[in-house]
């Protein structure tokens, strides 16, 4: 057994594809050695800022050697058939095929196909630049006069099994047994014997944390230690955490000041500057929970000085990135937002739908409609609406447009208007994905419901429909969005029959509901028995289906399933034979002289349908499935006791309009014949 490393030297490699890259590198090296017919005890991947490393240990030094047998034509089978074998078999003549006999068919040629084992080296050596080769980069590039495509010009290949190099070359690249560390601390180079040697070496007088998780937990600890000994609070944020676990080979935690006079502009305007210009932390004072005059740095370069002239240098460069917001600050405060929301009209929506001046128009007028419907101002709701992207605008939206809504709250305070409307401009976007909030506020609902709703209705006017995983205008989220608003916050509308949605996109609000609904633990199937109903209440289906499940999980639900099921059956073979009469109804008096089975079934459905109507009525569904559970054991005993196709054809068809009676007043609730069971 051998232990094999192998490195990919290269120039930096963006932070976010070296996770990505090492996974890929560790599975298709996996798979070559593998399908080659190597076994090993562990396969471990290590990535960094200039580097992809693969440790194979206990490697099988050679594949094993393999025997295969082919079975071929017949003795005496026409020469064609012969040839192909020859040819399949990898055989220059039949005598090469030994002959063997079936007691039932006969002699036949049987190819006996000796592989012999192959040495790792060999298979490394084959396999490595075929993987180099053919890996697959998000963005990859060329150098100088080469082929090669990779990420950044590809500078060394360690490649060494059990303390030897493993010889071949990748456009003019060749395998060898030495690395390089830090750029500044411990270039090197270092001569890899084998994989303590190479993990000493690097993390020793190479000045190279090897692993991401390594480098993980010294920028952890170093931020817990700034932050414990000044007093502060990282502001976690685990998006940036993993950039800078791939920006620092060696990182080195430093706590930096800024002018305190900086933090009179709005926090997420500092924190994003930090964040996506300089790749800083933020951090709060302990004591006030407010944003500090302070950031954190992860620099790549050991702090002689305590790290004092680069915290100064970065303060520098922060300093200048915050006079820029500052004076978009300012600027901004000296447009008024209706000013802003006046360029709207120049700006394009869709060419179908008008611009953003138009699309502002029609969610005002929304907005305005449904406020009634969630308990909001229509006042308050119109005029949020009408300023609501009015900061798209904006210098500071067009420097951060992260912050579109987020602005537009700051500058409707300062301009003095309700608090209301401005968390509604800000809202508005709710929710922007999964982990995100909704609006809570009648006023923000109203504008996120309204500016969803319109975006939605007019692509679906205009037949801008997602197909399969293309949606290019974000359509599934601005359903999904509508759908959370609407369950998160009971809001009771009406779809279809108050916003004339169209019954396609009343389908595919259906479908996003299944996803909420499936990922709180309920079935698909229930939702397309409750929407079967024409019912368009998100809060009313959704109220259903939680009733409908729990009545199912009951040994009565499950078996007046069954019932409805048998029931349903019988009633569609009839349809299909042209027997079952359009007309049909309960003979109450054909029903008093049958089996007393029949009678009780009859007496139950009377009974069942008349006591529903109370409960369906005042939307208290667990009080219409315990009416439904009363119809279990009538059913059971009907099915058990009664002959369905009576010989005698008035007996039959009001029998067949109690199994009719079933499936309507089943149909009160749902479709059962959608439910999957």
Same mark, same amino acid.
Not at 639 to 649: C, H
């Given at each position: 057994?051998?232990?094999?490393?192998?490195? !990919?030297?290269? &120039?930096?490699?963006?932070? @976010?594809?070296?996770?990505?890259?090492?996974?890929?590198?560790?599975?298709? $090296?996996?798979?070559?050695?593998?399908?080659?017919?190597?076994?090993?005890?562990?396969?471990?991947?290590?990535?960094?800022?200039?580097?992809?490393?693969?440790?194979?240990?206990?490697?099988?030094?050679?594949?094993?050697?393999?025997?295969? &047998?082919?079975? %071929?034509?017949?003795?005496?089978?026409?020469?064609?058939?012969?040839?192909?074998?020859?040819?399949?078999?990898?055989?220059?003549?039949?005598?090469?095929?030994?002959?063997?006999?079936?007691?039932?068919?006969?002699?036949?040629?049987?190819? *006996?196909?000796?592989?012999?084992?192959?040495?790792?080296?060999?298979?490394?050596?084959?396999?490595?630049?075929?993987?180099?080769?053919?890996?697959?980069?998000?963005?990859?590039?060329?150098?100088?006069?080469?082929?090669?495509?990779?990420?950044?010009? /590809?500078?060394?290949?360690?490649?060494? $099994?059990?303390?030897?190099?493993?010889?071949? &070359?990748?456009?003019?690249?060749?395998?060898?047994?030495?690395?390089?560390?830090?750029?500044?601390?411990?270039?090197?180079?270092?001569?890899?014997?084998?994989?303590?040697?190479?993990?000493?070496? /690097?993390?020793?007088?190479?000045?190279?944390?090897?692993?991401?998780?390594?480098?993980?937990?010294?920028?952890?600890? %170093?931020?817990?230690?700034?932050?414990?000994?000044?007093?502060?609070?990282?502001?976690?944020?685990?998006?940036? =955490?993993?950039?800078?676990?791939?920006?620092?080979?060696?990182?080195?935690?430093?706590? +930096?000041?800024?002018?305190?006079?900086?933090?009179?502009?709005?926090?997420?305007?500092?924190?994003?500057?930090?964040?996506?210009?300089?790749?800083?932390?933020?951090?709060?004072?302990?004591?006030?929970?407010?944003?500090?005059?302070?950031?954190?740095?992860?620099?790549?370069?050991?702090?002689?000085?305590?790290?004092?002239? =680069?915290?100064?240098?970065?303060?520098?460069?922060?300093?200048?990135?915050?006079?820029?917001?500052?004076?978009?600050?300012?600027?901004?405060?000296?447009?008024? !937002?209706?000013?802003?929301?006046?360029? /709207?009209?120049?700006?394009?929506?869709?060419?179908?739908?008008?611009?953003?001046?138009?699309?502002?128009?029609?969610?005002?007028?929304?907005?305005?409609? !449904? #406020?009634?419907?969630?308990?909001?101002?229509?006042?308050?709701?119109?005029?949020?609406?009408?300023?609501?992207?009015?900061?798209? *605008?904006?210098?500071?939206?067009?420097?951060?447009?992260?912050?579109?809504?987020?602005?537009?709250?700051?500058? #409707?305070? &300062?301009?003095?208007?309700?608090?209301?409307?401005?968390?509604?401009?800000?809202?508005?976007?709710?929710?922007?994905?999964?982990?995100?909030?909704?609006?809570?506020?009648? *006023?923000?609902?109203?504008?996120?419901?309204?500016?969803?709703?319109?975006? =939605?209705?007019?692509?679906?006017?205009?037949?801008?429909?997602?197909?399969?995983?293309?949606?290019?205008?974000a359509l599934r989220r601005a359903a999904l969005g509508v759908v959370r608003i609407v369950l998160e916050n009971e809001v009771r509308l009406k779809l279809h029959s108050n916003l004339e949605v169209s019954s396609d996109l009343l389908s595919f609000f259906a479908d996003r509901l299944k996803q909420v609904l499936r990922?709180?633990?309920?079935?698909?199937? $229930?939702?397309?028995? *409750?929407?079967?109903?024409?019912?368009?209440?998100?809060? /009313?289906?959704? @109220?259903?289906?939680?009733?409908?499940?729990?009545?199912?999980?009951?040994?009565? %639900?499950?078996?007046?399933? #069954?019932?409805?099921?048998?029931?349903?059956?019988?009633?569609?073979?009839?349809?299909?034979?042209?027997?079952?009469?359009?007309?049909?109804?309960?003979?109450?008096?054909?029903?008093?002289?049958?089996?007393?089975?029949?009678?009780?079934? +009859?007496k139950a459905l009377a009974d069942v349908e008349a006591a529903i109507e109370g409960p369906l009525a005042a939307e208290d569904f667990t009080g219409a499935m315990a009416e439904l559970a009363k119809l279990r054991a009538p059913v059971d005993a009907f099915f058990e006791a009664v002959m369905v196709n009576d010989d005698?054809? #008035?007996?039959?068809?009001? @029998? $067949?309009?109690?199994?009719?009676?079933?499936?309507?007043?089943?149909?009160?609730?749902?479709?059962?014949?959608?439910?999957?069971?």
């Amino acid at each position: 057994m051998a232990d094999l490393i192998l490195e !990919l030297f290269s &120039e930096e490699i963006p932070a @976010r594809m070296q996770a990505k890259a090492e996974q890929d590198l560790g599975a298709a $090296l996996e798979k070559a050695l593998g399908e080659a017919g190597l076994s090993w005890a562990s396969l471990e991947t290590a990535s960094g800022p200039r580097r992809l490393t693969v440790f194979v240990d206990d490697l099988s030094e050679r594949s094993a050697d393999v025997k295969e &047998e082919r079975k %071929g034509p017949k003795v005496g089978a026409p020469d064609k058939a012969v040839e192909g074998f020859l040819r399949g078999a990898g055989l220059s003549d039949i005598n090469q095929a030994e002959v063997r006999s079936d007691p039932k068919k006969g002699d036949f040629y049987v190819a *006996v196909i000796e592989t012999p084992g192959r040495d790792a080296t060999d298979i490394i050596a084959e396999a490595v630049p075929a993987i180099i080769r053919g890996f697959h980069w998000p963005k990859s590039m060329r150098w100088g006069t080469g082929e090669l495509r990779w990420v950044r010009p /590809l500078q060394r290949i360690v490649c060494v $099994l059990d303390g030897k190099i493993v010889p071949f &070359e990748v456009d003019g690249v060749a395998s060898g047994n030495e690395t390089e560390g830090h750029r500044v601390h411990g270039r090197g180079p270092y001569k890899v014997l084998d994989r303590q040697d190479y993990e000493e070496s /690097l993390s020793g007088a190479g000045h190279v944390k090897l692993t991401r998780d390594a480098r993980r937990e010294v920028i952890l600890s %170093g931020i817990e230690k700034v932050c414990t000994d000044a007093g502060l609070e990282w502001i976690e944020d685990k998006g940036l =955490l993993e950039e800078v676990v791939g920006l620092a080979e060696w990182p080195v935690v430093v706590l +930096g000041d800024m002018d305190p006079a900086f933090l009179s502009l709005p926090p997420e305007v500092i924190q994003l500057s930090m964040r996506t210009h300089q790749k800083y932390f933020a951090v709060n004072d302990k004591k006030t929970g407010k944003l500090a005059p302070n950031f954190i740095v992860v620099a790549n370069i050991e702090a002689t000085d305590g790290g004092k002239k =680069l915290a100064e240098g970065n303060s520098r460069v922060l300093s200048a990135r915050l006079d820029d917001g500052r004076f978009f600050w300012e600027k901004d405060k000296a447009t008024p !937002l209706e000013d802003m929301a006046a360029k /709207l009209s120049t700006i394009a929506f869709k060419a179908e739908l008008g611009s953003l001046g138009d699309k502002v128009e029609r969610v005002a007028a929304l907005a305005r409609e !449904l #406020a009634p419907k969630v308990g909001a101002d229509p006042d308050l709701a119109e005029r949020a609406a009408r300023l609501a992207k009015a900061d798209l *605008v904006s210098e500071m939206v067009g420097e951060f447009p992260e912050l579109q809504g987020v602005m537009g709250r700051y500058y #409707a305070l &300062e301009e003095g208007e309700p608090e209301a409307v401005a968390d509604a401009i800000r809202d508005h976007y709710k929710p922007q994905g999964p982990s995100d909030s909704v609006p809570t506020d009648p *006023v923000g609902i109203a504008v996120a419901l309204a500016d969803k709703l319109d975006t =939605l209705v007019g692509f679906w006017a205009i037949d801008e429909k997602p197909t399969g995983s293309k949606d290019p205008f974000a359509l599934r989220r601005a359903a999904l969005g509508v759908v959370r608003i609407v369950l998160e916050n009971e809001v009771r509308l009406k779809l279809h029959s108050n916003l004339e949605v169209s019954s396609d996109l009343l389908s595919f609000f259906a479908d996003r509901l299944k996803q909420v609904l499936r990922d709180q633990g309920q079935r698909h199937d $229930l939702i397309d028995a *409750v929407f079967a109903l024409g019912e368009d209440d998100l809060v /009313l289906i959704t @109220r259903r289906v939680e009733a409908l499940g729990a009545f199912l999980d009951t040994e009565d %639900g499950a078996n007046l399933l #069954a019932g409805y099921k048998r029931a349903a059956n019988i009633l569609k073979a009839e349809e299909k034979k042209g027997d079952l009469p359009s007309d049909l109804s309960v003979d109450d008096a054909l029903i008093a002289k049958g089996p007393a089975e029949e009678q009780a079934l +009859g007496k139950a459905l009377a009974d069942v349908e008349a006591a529903i109507e109370g409960p369906l009525a005042a939307e208290d569904f667990t009080g219409a499935m315990a009416e439904l559970a009363k119809l279990r054991a009538p059913v059971d005993a009907f099915f058990e006791a009664v002959m369905v196709n009576d010989d005698d054809a #008035a007996v039959r068809a009001n @029998r $067949l309009a109690l199994l009719t009676k079933i499936r309507a007043t089943l149909h009160c609730v749902a479709d059962f014949s959608r439910i999957d069971g």
